[in-house]
């Protein structure tokens, strides 16, 4: 079992994604790593020292922030993103990681490693916390902005899979992001993907609204790319507004200081639960290879979080699952 890790995406890299895949190599000596990217940054990063079960893959070139996404992976065919991509298409790996520019990732998915047999369009599914102590997988969160019933129905069925396989839960129950939660409600694009859902054989539990979408009601919440990407960061901006807020309040004056003091566990744990550090990264469902988005931002504990997630995907044979699902 091989892990791939783009060592040089994201706005910690290489630091902490090397960090993370050292200290995790150590824990998992049973499966191998790879560290695509310049070589002698990613040493630097771990002064030299890594396990025997971690080789570095050197690449020449580094996908920015900033760069165009289809024109970056066809012109830098030696970055550290494209070359991780390939490595997957070539069967050199389970599963790839990147914090990476998004779009980049999703092109790489699309023109290096290439659709699953019977998918249609490909789903990035991030995890969202809920206010009830769970989660919700939400796909699509934009890789695909115009989606067909089709397209909706499958991803339903991949995003069923990969909530039982990786998150475990049991018969995951999937919603229909919508404006209403009675049957009629919504376009014609949500009014079709209904009744498609509805006869599916999934555990489907009928329309969600977006006020509902962060208090358990479903497991998977299904919904085209563009209307995912508004919520995904709509939620984000959401909570880094309310714990900004947050802050400001308890540090107004000594009185409120002194509160804060006395609720700082239970402060601590509020803002664990709601911290993106802890759900990992999204898988891009729908192509033929493992392939997980990281957190652009992410420390060395998302890092670990993230390769705890791919290590399960290619230990639970996602890729076969949906294979067979779809």
Not at 289 to 305: D, F, L, P, Q, T
């Amino acid at each position: 079992m091989n892990i791939i890790v783009d060592a040089m995406g994201g706005d910690l890299a290489p630091g902490a994604p090397v960090r993370a895949v050292a200290a995790f190599a150590t824990e998992q000596p049973r499966a191998k790593f790879s560290l695509v990217g310049d070589e002698t940054k990613i040493l630097s990063a771990v002064s030299g020292k890594l396990p025997s079960n971690v080789v570095i893959v050197h690449t020449t070139e580094t996908i920015e922030a900033e760069d165009e996404p289809v024109r970056a992976v066809r012109r830098k065919p030696d970055s550290s993103l494209v070359k991780a991509a390939r490595m997957v298409r070539e069967g050199e790996a389970d599963v790839m990681l990147s914090a990476g520019n998004t779009g980049a990732l999703v092109a790489a998915g699309l023109l290096v490693v290439g659709r699953l047999q019977g998918i249609e369009r490909p789903a990035l599914a991030p995890v969202l916390p809920t206010f009830a102590g769970g989660a919700v997988l939400l796909l699509d969160a934009g890789a695909t902005m115009d989606t067909s019933s089709e397209n909706l129905l499958q991803f339903g069925q991949m995003g069923s899979v990969y909530s039982s396989l990786v998150l475990g839960v049991e018969n995951p129950r999937i919603g229909l992001l919508n404006v209403g939660t009675e049957d009629g409600k919504g376009n014609a694009l949500t009014k079709e993907t209904f009744g498609r859902l509805k006869d599916s054989g999934l555990n489907f539990v009928g329309n969600v609204e977006a006020r509902e979408l962060l208090n358990g009601q479903c497991d998977v919440v299904v919904c085209d790319g563009f209307v995912g990407n508004v919520v995904l960061k709509l939620v984000e901006g959401v909570g880094l507004g309310i714990f900004g807020a947050l802050k400001e309040t308890l540090t107004q004056s000594f009185t409120s200081k002194l509160a804060a003091a006395a609720l700082k566990p239970s402060l601590r744990a509020f803002r664990d639960r709601f911290d993106y550090a802890e759900y990992g990264g999204a898988p891009f469902l729908g192509v033929a290879g493992g392939c997980i988005k990281a957190h652009g931002s992410s420390n060395e504990r998302a890092w670990y979080v993230a390769l705890t997630q791919g290590l399960r995907f290619a230990e639970q044979g996602v890729l076969a699952k949906l294979s067979e699902q779809i």
